[in-house]
């Protein structure tokens, strides 16, 4: 079987304490043999800062582009909160994105069973969800011009952020996700607000062509954002893939993290277009939580979404589709047996910190395997 080339990105805060236990996976699977990986890594974020004053090297925005895919843990912390805008650690992760062109960012908020409990809502809203959230990843008001702050001399500044997007950016961010309905429960949500922005009329414009024209099997509907959160804690359930832009996807995102009982537990996968040539894609595979200055450094960080990022890797750029069935099915059988990180904590558990869980997950594996 083939060897995989994989750059491995740490980054700053738990995102070095959650890499540490996706290389035992990746060590784990080199030792069993079959699919194998080869590794080299990466400084990203406040570390690429500290070390070259940029928030990643030319050196390693190389190795991004050459490697089968690019595996991130987290960047940023109020160590770096002074530094200049365009090399600020966040700014490492964004240059990736864009360079690679990853413009498809698939968010997946899956409840696992023993965590029904976990969530902040009550048990029948977050009982068995599975909703997958696609969120553009390239475009929209991170990355439209102008972008700036200009003093106007009167004591005042104006702050200008621009939300663009051109047809051909929301018609394949829209096939994505109707690509993925069809292996799912064929159902897709497109969420913008139309009723304000232009960017909004024509993503919903533009969703709808994409549909009529070519998914007309996949059952779509539009809600407008911002009604789209509340529905998303109202209940989540109606959902199966929701595709929106940018920046709502960032925080519609962040909101189905809490429906799986932690922003420690999503995991994603971001994807650019296949090659037309090799059938390949470039890929990042990062988790949707932060560097988590607040408990860096304790040992307590949940490495559940970072795993399980490694998993979306062997399934979305790898084709190892047990592989990734045994991760994911390692870290639920872990869940299980009342295995929990702080985040997760209900009364009457003790919590393990995030070697602990990552040596529980391994050991699952190899009773899996
Ligand atoms: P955060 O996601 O880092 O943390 C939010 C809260 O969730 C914190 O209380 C944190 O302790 C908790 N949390 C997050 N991940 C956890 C995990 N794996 N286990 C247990 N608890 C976890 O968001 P923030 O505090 O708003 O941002 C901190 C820094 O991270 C900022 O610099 C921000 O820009 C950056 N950030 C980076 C990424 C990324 O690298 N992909 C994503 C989001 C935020
Ligand atoms: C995320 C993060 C990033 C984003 C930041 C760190 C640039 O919040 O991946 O969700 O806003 O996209
Ligand atoms: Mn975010």
Known sequence: MATHNLLLLPGDGIGTEIMAEVKKIIGWFNARGGATFETDEGLVGGAAYDAHGKAISEEDMAKAMSADAVIFGAVGGPKWDGVAYDVRPEAGLLRLRKDLELFANLRPAICYPALAASSSLKQ???????????????????????????????????????????????????????????????????????????????????????????????????????????????????????????????????????????????????????????????????????????????????????????????RYSFGLVAEADMVEKAISATLDKGLRTKDLMSEGMTAVGTTEMGDAILAEMEALS
């Open 124 to 314: 029948d809203v977050v009982e068995g969800l599975d909703i997958l959230i696609v969120r553009e990843l390239t475009g929209g008001v991170y990355f439209g011009e102008p972008k700036e702050i200009t003093d106007l001399g009167n004591g005042q500044k104006r702050a200008v952020d621009t939300q663009v997007y051109d047809t051909f950016e929301i018609e394949r961010i829209a096939r994505v996700a109707f690509d993925l309905a069809r292996t799912r429960k064929n159902k897709v949500c497109s969420m913008e607000k139309r009723n304000v922005m232009k960017s909004g009329l024509l993503w919903n414009e533009v969703v709808t062509g994409v549909h009529d024209r070519e998914f007309k099997d996949v059952e779509l509907s539009h809600m407008l954002a911002d009604a789209g959160g509340m529905q998303l804690v109202r209940w989540p359930k109606q959902f199966d893939v929701i595709v929106t832009d940018n920046l709502f996807g960032d925080m519609l995102s962040d909101i189905a993290a809490m429906l799986t009982g932690s922003l420690g537990m999503l995991p994603s996968a971001s994807l650019g277009a296949p090659d037309a040539k090799t059938g390949m894609r470039k890929a990042m595979y990062e988790p949707v939580h932060g560097s988590a200055p607040d408990i860096a450094g304790t040992g307590a960080a949940n490495p559940i979404a970072m795993i399980a990022s490694f998993a979306m890797a062997l």
